[in-house]
C-alpha cells in the first residue's frame, strides 16, 4: 500500500505538476470568479518560471548532496559493494537492446569501476521493477544482468537483488541477500541527493555500509541559474521528491531519523 500510495501521491505533489494544475484551475475560476481565477493562475505561472529559472532548485539539494563526504579510499579492504537501482530505463533498455541510462547513470559507471578496482568484493545491483503495475515489467536487475559485459563487468561477477521497488525494500532484501558479517566494510552507491534516505534505511535493516555518493547535481556552494525552466523544474521535483521521501519514510519507521547522517 505504501508503494502505490507514494507513486499517486508524488504525480499530485510534485511541484511542476501541481503548480501547472493550479494554473488550469485559475484558469477554470476566472470564467466564473475573473479576478480571483486569474490571480491564481498568474500566481502560480511565475512561480513555475521562478522554480524553473532561479537557483532555488540549488539551494533545495545542498543539504542533501553534502550531508555525507565524498568516499576517500583510506586502504581498508572493500568486503562488497551495493549499487542501488534507479539509474536504468528498463522498458527502453528492452525494446532497443542496449543498456540506456537515466540522468542518475553515474550510478552504473560506478558500478564497472568499483568491480574493476575492488576485484575480490561482492558486487550487489539492487533494483526490481518500480511500476505500479508489475505485469509484464523487466527489473533492472535483469537489464544490468544482459548489459553487464558494455561496464566491463562479467555478468556472474554481480549478485542481483531483483525484487525491490523502492529504497526500503532494497535495504532489507540485499541485507537478507548477502548476509554482511560485522566488521565488514561495504560501500553504498547511490545518487548524493539520495544518500541520507538510503543510509537510514540500510542503517535500519543492520546493514552497515559506507558512503560512495555519485550523480551530484550542485557544486561545492554553486547556486546554479538554469537555461530553461524545464531544466530547473526538473531538478526542483527531484529534490523535493526526496525531502518528502525523508519525512515519509520516518513516520512509516523505514529509518530511525528525519535527516540520517554521518
Known sequence: MFFVLSKVLWFLTAPSNLLLLLVVAGAGLSLRWRRLGAGLAALCGLVLLAGGVSPLASLVFGPLENRFPDFRNDGAPVAGIVVLGGAIETGLSA???????????????????????????????????????????????????????????????????????????????????????????????????????????????????????????????????????????????IAVREWLGLAAYRASGYTESVFPGP
Not at 125 to 142: H, N, Q
Not at 181 to 193: I, Y
Open 95 to 237: 525494446a532497443r537492446g542496449q543498456l540506456v541510462v537515466n540522468d542518475a547513470g553515474e550510478r552504473m559507471i560506478a558500478l564497472g569501476d568499483l568491480a574493476r578496482r575492488y576485484p575480490a568484493a561482492t558486487v550487489v545491483f539492487a533494483g526490481g521493477s518500480g511500476r505500479l503495475t508489475g505485469d509484464g515489467a523487466v527489473s533492472e536487475s535483469a537489464i544490468t544482468r544482459r548489459h553487464a559485459a558494455s561496464l566491463g563487468v562479467p555478468p556472474e561477477r554481480i549478485t542481483y537483488e531483483d525484487r525491490s521497488r523502492n529504497t526500503h525494500e532494497n535495504a532489507t532484501f540485499s541485507a537478507e541477500l548477502v548476509k554482511p558479517k560485522p566488521g565488514e566494510r561495504w560501500l553504498l552507491v547511490t545518487s548524493a541527493w539520495h544518500m541520507p534516505r538510503a543510509i537510514g534505511c540500510f542503517r535500519r535493516a543492520g546493514f552497515t555500509v559506507t558512503a560512495y555518493p555519485v550523480d551530484y547535481r550542485t557544486g561545492p556552494g554553486a547556486l546554479a541559474i538554469h537555461a530553461t525552466a524545464g531544466d530547473g523544474l526538473f531538478e526542483l521535483d
